[in-house]
């Protein structure tokens, strides 16, 4: 199997991650940060908001099972994209809505996603997901990864 992998941030990384665990085609998931300055950012330079970087999910996926489309359409599903830097109660910009594309072809399928649904007017607000060009995805520690999983918490996403 061939896999391809695509970043995505929507808030706690925690969610995410197991929302993008029970969709069919993912082969796995790590929770880590991107889009910021610092090189090898720990969870509390993250959460300084000094880094610049997002939580964010790095989905490795099989493109023979789920289409990148597909992956959009579950990470418009799994948050509000609507919210600047917050998702519920997580505010900051390290909780920012953010897709990371990782070459010209994502950038615009992700534009036309975002475009289709700014015209159904499926949210009330315009859509404030940034679109940002994928940089070093930095692993989270450990204690993160599979958080729901591990401390036997469910995720209704």
Request: hydrophobic share 50%; proline share 3%; aromatic share 12%.
């Given at each position: 199997?061939?896999?391809?992998?695509?970043?995505?941030?929507?808030?706690?990384?925690?969610?995410?991650?197991?929302?993008?665990d029970k969709t069919p085609g993912?082969?796995?998931?790590?929770?880590g940060y991107c889009g910021g300055r610092a090189a090898h950012p720990t969870y509390e330079q993250v959460c300084s908001h000094t880094t610049g970087h997002a939580e964010a999910v790095e989905v490795e996926y099989?493109?023979?099972?789920?289409?990148?489309?597909?992956?959009?359409?579950?990470f418009f599903a799994i948050h509000d994209p609507t919210q600047v830097n917050r998702q519920g109660p997580d505010v900051g910009d390290n909780y920012r809505s953010a897709i990371f594309y990782a070459n010209e072809k994502e950038k615009k399928e992700a534009q036309e996603m975002m475009a289709k649904l700014?015209?159904?007017k499926r949210f009330p607000r315009p859509i404030a997901t940034k679109?940002?060009?994928?940089?070093?995805?930095?692993?989270?520690e450990d204690y993160h990864q599979k958080y729901y999983k591990t401390?036997?918490?469910?995720?209704?996403?």
């Open positions: 199997m061939k896999t391809k992998k695509a970043v995505f941030a929507a808030g706690c990384f925690w969610g995410v991650q197991a929302a993008f993912v082969a796995g998931t790590k929770v099989d493109p023979k099972k789920i289409s990148y489309a597909k992956l959009l359409a579950r700014t015209a159904s679109l940002e060009p994928l940089s070093t995805f930095w692993v989270a401390h036997d918490i469910a995720c209704e996403i």
